[in-house]
């Protein structure tokens, strides 16, 4: 049996029962089912996701749905049936997408797109979907699993868990892409993957559905999930008593070859001692599940920790709180002192303010005098608030390294696992009912053991490109590294390394062969982050990835009287509430796989929670009654106006509500509309899109808030806008975001 075999995988699967919910307003929610299906080959994990939907509303809606894929998934195809055919997406550059999407919704046309949003989450765009019709959209992806500490862990990520902080200005969100929770919603899940080959030996078991079928096959083992499952909690796999073993895989890459290579390095053990710096999220959506894991792990520290250790505690939310003033040798006293703090542990600090958080853990609890030690921090968190990369780049600087456990149902992978990666630290996540005392140990075992960050990597003959190697290895644990070679290779990759002053090596025993051309495009994924922007887009396209930089896309062309000819109100996709999440349900010790929401339990926290909850029983801005005071800003009035556009497609509704608040730029655009002779609909579109141009680098206008500008000026003629804008121009010479001069 080889390692894994790559290809695509999906078949037809029996209905899942619609969901046919409504928001708190009473409108029909879009999105009927998710199912997954795929399979597990040795260590790639290949999945199909099927997203169903369906517009019960008597209006023709753009809907728009933000999902997670999680980290290191890489999308590679994109299928939609609608209307009795079935469509294939292709890859092309962002913006061309984003032009042909308007183009084919201007036209009457239905187009789908599917973007990457911020890292691990992704958009579906489902633009004019007529009343009472379906659409079926399958997303093909594959991802390098890793055998780590004893097990390879599989996470089916399913649901954005609510976020502190900003999703646009922190997440990259765009403005109709939301991440917003219905505590109503309630979206099936089903799941098939079938287990291959020797992977099948494992012991295999769903922390987070216990109620998963997992029954032997002929050619290893299936798992299945199906009724009462719900897009509330991630999906997770464990497969325990595996042994981890080096590999290598070769394949065509049109004029060149891709070599995948998987090692597990050995490391000598060791018992070093350890600074160890704990640091434990307490803002309120650690409240429920995620605390209680927290408090269970922490008490297992004590049994670790030995007295020539040293240690402090720290615990943070809106704010940070450090037990320790300096760090502590591990005495009985000290560890009597960890022990009543972890007791008292509660998700009572408010929001999750991590970046001061980590950075003051650092420079602030002071080290042991004369140590020639790094110090490591341990931080346990939820991770659920919108990072803007600032704390990434500051704890590389820092000399610390980090440890981190994601605990909860849905937590944020992807900056989890990098803040680890590029401090040489590591990282792992602990679902609900998975033993998180166990996940402790394991990072003690991580710490103490011999570290090494000499590695080095001989090919056998000269790379055209290669996979950086990485900060630090852990003992058995698998490192994949690509190359690209201009012929087929003939020698086994070795890997060498330093431990306790012995250099050690692990090769495959050979390089096997395989003519699917999927490794190429994994081996083109690895490449995308260490290249220009140019070059990383050059990427995308040749390979066929979603990017930062590029996306799918596909039109289902309509004919005759089927063309749409209104534009779409959009209909954004609401989150379920992550079970056990902000205080809402529990998963610890369920009998069943369905959410159980409780929202008469209290929910701890400070100010900005209580913010959060109000903005999940939010269906969007409304009309006031009592509109607010004249706009002071450029910025703010274009706010005012998106904030409208995105759920309105009437262009006079979202302009009577502007107009009541415009102040004197209105009286100014009524003069406008009168000297040039348009009317005050166009006049108020024409100065709208000149402001939005002249702010294009303080703010960009929504897509729908452009689309109903369009619909105003599409009877002018370039000439005419260039004019009226040209006399803007020297109306306000020195208009900036924040003043009209």
């Known amino acids: 049996m080889l390692p894994f075999m790559l290809g695509q995988y999906g078949r037809k699967s029996t209905d899942t029962p619609e969901s046919l919910m409504e928001s708190p307003s009473g409108e029909k929610l879009a999105l009927q089912a998710v199912r997954v299906e795929g399979s597990l080959d040795g260590l790639l994990l290949s999945t199909v996701i099927r997203q169903r939907y369906r517009n019960d509303t008597a ?25 009795n055919k079935r469509l294939q997406g292709v890859v092309i550059e962002k913006k061309e997408a984003e032009e042909r999407y308007e183009k084919a919704l201007e036209e009457g046309d239905t187009p789908i797109m599917v973007q990457e949003s911020s890292p691990g989450l992704y958009t579906a765009n489902l633009g004019s979907i007529k009343a009472r019709e379906s659409v079926s959209v399958e997303i093909r992806c594959a991802r390098l699993l890793r055998f780590e500490q004893g097990q390879i862990r599989v996470k089916i990520p399913t649901v954005i868990a609510p976020r502190y902080g900003d999703p646009h200005k922190s997440g990259g969100l765009a403005p109709h892409e939301t991440d917003k929770v219905d505590l109503s919603a309630r979206y099936p899940f089903s799941i098939r993957l079938d287990i291959l080959g020797e992977t099948a030996k494992a012991k295999i078991t769903s922390p987070s559905h216990p109620d998963t079928a997992i029954t032997a096959t002929e050619n290893g083992a299936s798992v299945l999930l199906e009724a009462g499952a719900m897009l509330d909690r991630d999906f997770i796999l464990l497969l325990q008593g595996l042994a981890g073993h080096s590999f290598a895989l070769s394949g065509p890459d049109e004029e060149r070859h891709t070599v995948l290579a998987s090692f597990c390095p050995k490391l000598p053990a060791k018992a070093d001692p350890v600074l160890l710096k704990v640091l434990v999220d307490c803002s309120g959506s650690m409240d429920g599940d ?99 990369g600032s704390l990434l780049r500051e704890a590389m600087k820092s000399g610390h390294r980090i440890f981190t456990i994601g605990v909860g149902s849905s937590p944020a992978e992807d900056h989890l696992r990098k803040l680890a990666g590029k401090t040489g630290g590591a990282c792992e996540f602990v679902s609900p009912n998975e033993d998180m005392a166990a996940a402790i140990v394991r990072m003690f075992r991580r710490m103490r ?25 852990f003992d058995g644990e698998t490192l994949h590294l690509f190359a ?40 083109a994924a690895e490449r995308l982050p260490d290249v220009s922007q140019k070059e990383a887009l050059a990427l995308a396209l040749k390979y066929q990835l979603v990017s930062e930089q590029s996306s799918l896309f596909l039109v289902y062309l309509r004919e005759g009287e089927d063309k749409v000819t209104e534009l779409p109100e959009i209909h954004q996709v609401p989150q379920m509430m992550a079970a056990g999440s902000h205080g809402y349900g529990s998963v610890l010790g369920a009998l069943g796989v369905s959410c159980c929401l409780s929202p008469a339990l209290p929910l701890k926290g400070a100010r ?27 910025r703010e009035l274009l706010e005012r106006f998106d904030r409208q556009a995105l759920t309105r497609q009437d ?27 348009i009317t005050l609909e166009q006049a108020w579109a024409v100065f709208l899109d000149w402001l939005a141009a002249r702010l294009a680098s303080d703010y960009t206008l929504s897509r729908h808030g452009r ?35």
């Not at 109903?708 to 121009?729: E, M, N, V, W």
């Open 59 to 83: 209006k023709n809606l753009e809907i728009i749905y933000t999902f997670p894929l999680g980290c290191g998934n890489s999308l590679l195809g994109l299928t939609v049936e609608m209307g």
């Open 449 to 473: 053991v011999a570290q090494t960050n000499k590695l080095r990597l001989d090919w056998g003959s000269k790379a055209v490109w290669q996979s950086p190697l990485p900060l630090s290895v």
């Open 707 to 741: 689309r109903l500008l369009r619909s105003q000026t599409k009877t002018l003629d370039r000439a005419g806008i260039a004019a009226l804008q040209s006399s803007l121009d020297q109306r306000f010479s020195a208009v900036s975001a924040d003043a009209w001069h």
């Open 608 to 634: 900005p929670v209580t913010t959060l909850l109000s903005r999940m029983f939010q269906s969007g801005p409304t009309l006031q009654s009592n509109p607010p005071a004249a706009v002071q800003t450029p």
């Open 290 to 388: 995620s605390i209680r894991q927290a408090q269970i792990g922490l008490q297992s520290i004590i049994r670790e920790l030995s007295g020539q250790d040293f240690i402090s505690f720290s615990r943070f939310g809106s704010e940070v709180e450090h037990n320790f003033s300096q760090m502590e040798q591990c005495s009985s006293g000290a560890l009597r002192k960890l022990s009543a703090l972890v007791n008292r542990l509660s998700a009572d600090m408010g929001g999750t303010e991590m970046t001061g958080a980590v950075l003051s853990t650092c420079r602030e609890v002071a080290l042991p005098k004369e140590t020639s030690l790094r110090p490591s921090i341990l931080l346990i968190t939820d991770d659920l608030y919108w990072s803007d």
């Open 651 to 677: 262009y006079a509704l979202v302009l009577g509500f502007l107009r009541q608040f415009s102040g004197d730029v209105g009286d100014l655009i009524t003069e406008f509309a009168n000297r040039e002779g």
């Open 484 to 523: 690209s070679f201009d012929k087929v290779p003939t020698q086994k990759p070795t890997l060498f390394w330093e431990a306790d002053g012995k250099t050690e090596s692990a090769s495959p025993e050979t390089v096997t062969a395989t003519e699917n051309r999927d490794l190429a495009r994994l081996g």
